[in-house]
């Protein structure tokens, strides 16, 4: 199994973004008849299209700059990323999100939909680690976070 080098990472963080954005997209259009949940998925896509933009902009710093270093225990961090990027959310390169035919319902969409965001965020936290714009990955940690409460709120409403 190899590991990945910073700019892989960086691109996968870019890739996470944009399924995020094609999975909130399609959710949105599958829910339409239900307009609160279809302004959820909507302002959730537009989010990730804002996350993908960022990060776009530090995996572009970061081939600019010539970055080509490795953090103290690279190999741990690249086999963690390697197992995100193969779960069952990603599949690995190319395969993006699994089929969503098995989302029927508002309940299947959000407990997916918060599946995800715990996944990205685990992700982001890691990547945090390796690269120096901390500040900039905080942002968008904070604003995974902040997807994570609203999605648990709008279940929780579901659940009454």
Do not use: C
Request: aromatic share 12%; no cysteine.
């Amino acid at each position: 199994m190899g590991k990945y080098s910073i700019d892989e990472v960086m691109e996968m963080a870019v890739q996470t973004e944009t399924l995020g954005y094609q999975f909130y997209s399609s959710m949105a259009e599958k829910f339409k008849k239900d307009g609160g949940l279809a302004k959820l998925f909507t302002t959730l896509a537009s989010k990730e299209k804002t996350h993908e933009k960022i990060f776009t902009g530090l995996r572009d710093s970061v081939a600019k700059n010539g970055v080509k270093f490795e953090p103290v225990q690279w190999e741990e961090v690249s086999n963690y990323m390697r197992a995100f990027v193969e779960s069952e959310f990603f599949l690995g390169r190319g395969k993006a999100l699994p089929s969503m035919d098995h989302i029927k319902t508002v309940n299947d969409a959000v407990k997916f939909a918060l599946g995800f965001e715990k996944e990205t965020l685990l992700y982001f936290m890691e990547l945090r680690s390796i690269v120096k714009e901390k500040d900039v990955v905080d942002e968008v940690i904070n604003e995974e976070k902040s997807h994570i409460r609203w999605l648990d709120s709008y279940r929780a409403g579901l659940a009454k």
